[in-house]
């Protein structure tokens, strides 16, 4: 599967929103992420759809790959649904009933992820790997930008890979937190297939310098 750098807008300069993307997109982005916390489910308080409205407003075409770290999801599924999302992930425990927020996202004509946490167990898969698109392995707890990456991930990531394979699913395999060019190819090599990275892009001096060197380590892995 082709490998996505996805920036992480919660490190961009909200000020110039719609420059900062076309930026990072011309730079070789290839998706942009949404990271929505609603100060309940996670201790922060970002962006609603209305940003992402916005974004598709000002001309943005990109896939647009929404992360609700929120509860609950079903009214948030619907509400970027229509706003022009592309991927719409979420996490189990944010859902009285997953199954059903899973297939409302695939029902509004997006495609439907699942959120795991670094203490979330992945017996979730066992049920459901069936009605997904995506799985997005957090490498950090969720709740803030420019967190370390957690190194025992990487065995999370390994084990998703097999799950994935066995599937014979087109399932893409995120993975979020601390992404940076010198720990990429490992994460890369674990079996991750979709990056997405905030600060390590959004602070770097050089956009275009940053994405192109993740996807070097990315071909080396």
Request: hydrophobic share 45%.
């Amino acid at each position: 599967m082709t490998p996505f750098i996805a920036p992480s807008i919660l490190s961009a300069d909200f000020a110039k929103l719609g420059e900062e993307v076309n930026a990072v997109l011309d730079a070789g982005a290839d998706i942009i992420h949404f990271d929505v916390m609603d100060n309940r489910f996670v201790p922060n308080l970002t962006i609603g759809p209305l940003v992402c409205q916005s974004l598709r407003d000002f001309g943005v075409t990109a896939p647009i790959d929404v992360h609700l770290m929120a509860e609950p999801v079903d009214n948030l599924i619907l509400d970027f649904a229509k706003a022009g999302a592309t991927y719409v992930s979420f996490h189990p425990e944010a859902s009285r009933h997953v199954h059903r927020s899973l297939n409302l996202i695939r029902e509004k004509g997006c495609k439907a992820g699942l959120v795991f946490s670094p203490g979330t167990p992945l017996t979730w898969l066992e049920h459901l790997i069936d009605d997904l698109d995506l799985i997005l392995i957090m490498s950090v707890n969720p709740g803030f930008g420019g967190q370390s990456f957690i190194e025992s991930s990487l065995a999370k990531i390994q084990s998703v890979r097999e799950i994935i394979d066995k599937s014979g699913h087109d399932i893409r395999l995120e993975v979020d937190g601390g992404v940076k060019i010198n720990n990429i190819r490992e994460i890369a090599a674990a079996g991750a297939d979709t990056f997405v990275a905030g600060s390590a892009i959004f602070n770097s001096d050089n956009y275009s310098e940053t994405i192109s060197a993740m996807k070097a380590e990315i071909e080396l892995a």
